[in-house]
């Protein structure tokens, strides 16, 4: 099993950038398709972002698409979660996880596991 730590969250005003990071450590890290997903106060954790084992391949919810982008440094074993253009409804904790399904497309967190422990986004207005 993968392990995954999540850093980089932290407060930005609206409009701001942020870069998360995914740190792998475990089973080789370059063997997974890998997916960022969030979870805001009282709200179900919904898919962010996903990219293949090369970083060839990614798709991402609509909410996010054309500001936010996933890529990974393989050799470095880490997963990145560029965050642009950010607005107040951007506000959760957000998780990195591999994906599990072979599915690729997939968007279901059932379809994801070896969840980090999260890192904090906040946005203000």
């Known amino acids: 099993q993968v392990q995954l730590v999540e850093s980089g969250g932290g407060l930005v005003q609206a409009g701001g950038s942020l870069k998360l990071s995914c740190a792998a450590s475990g089973r080789t890290f370059s063997n997974y398709n890998m997916g960022w997903f969030r979870q805001a106060p009282g709200k179900e954790r919904e898919f962010v972002a996903a990219i293949t084992t090369a970083g060839r391949s990614t798709y991402y919810a609509e909410s996010v698409k054309g500001r936010f982008t996933i890529s990974r440094d393989n050799a470095k074993n880490t997963l990145y979660l560029q965050m642009n253009s950010l607005k107040p409804e951007d506000t959760a904790v957000y998780y990195c996880?591999?994906?599990?399904?072979?599915?690729?497309?997939?968007?279901?967190?059932?379809?994801?596991?070896?969840w980090g422990q999260g890192t904090q986004v906040t946005v203000s207005s």
């Open positions: 996880a591999t994906m599990t399904s072979g599915i690729w497309g997939t968007t279901h967190r059932s379809h994801f596991g070896s």
